[in-house]
């Protein structure tokens, strides 16, 4: 497989990781340059490791992961999503106080689920998984910091309802990945 078809492939794959990140930028009260570093390691890093997961659990699991990554991706950005929703309606300043280990976890493991079923079909095709989970995660990585620092800049602009615009948007990134699974057989 060429490498740029693998760069287009890793470019699809950030674009919810990128998402989620402009919506870290938006509603993570004093998020800065280094926060959106880490949260483009945590990204990078899932995007980078799913895929070779995906590879060595090879064509074996392949119908298994297709048909509940949507079900498990959705569940994990609702939840996540909800939560922003609910805290935006504190009285306190708007705005997240920390984007925590765990809140990236979660938000890691949800947007590269897909990775995973890359991977196993990269095994089929005899790609080489190295190179391959290396642009992956790289792509990922600049898009995720990219992206959190644009988010940033909205926040600035949106300062009051930064939370609920962006717990708004994990939800419907969500609905969107399960929309796709189910009616479109993405």
Request: hydrophobic letters at 55%; aromatic letters at 12%.
């Amino acid at each position: 497989m060429e490498e740029i078809t693998i760069f287009l492939i890793a470019v699809s794959l950030a674009m919810d990781a990128f998402a989620v990140s402009i919506s870290n930028g938006v509603s993570v009260r004093g998020f800065d340059t280094q926060q959106s570093a880490v949260q483009g390691l945590y990204f990078g890093g899932f995007q980078f490791l799913m895929p070779v997961v995906g590879w060595f659990l090879g064509s074996r699991v392949k119908t298994y992961i297709e048909s509940v990554d949507h079900w498990i991706a959705f569940a994990l950005l609702a939840v996540i999503g909800g939560n922003m929703i609910r805290e935006s309606f504190r009285e306190e300043e708007g705005g997240q106080t920390e984007l925590t280990g765990r809140i990236l976890l979660l938000q890691a493991i949800a947007t590269s689920i897909d990775a995973l079923a890359v991977g196993i079909s990269f095994a089929i095709l005899d790609v080489n998984i190295w190179m391959a989970a290396a642009i992956i995660g790289v792509v990922s990585f600049v898009m995720s910091f990219c992206g959190g620092m644009l988010g940033k800049g909205l926040g600035n602009f949106l300062q009051a309802k930064a939370e609920f615009a962006g717990g708004i948007v994990l939800v419907l990134i969500g609905i969107k990945i399960l929309a796709e699974h189910l009616f479109f057989g993405g």
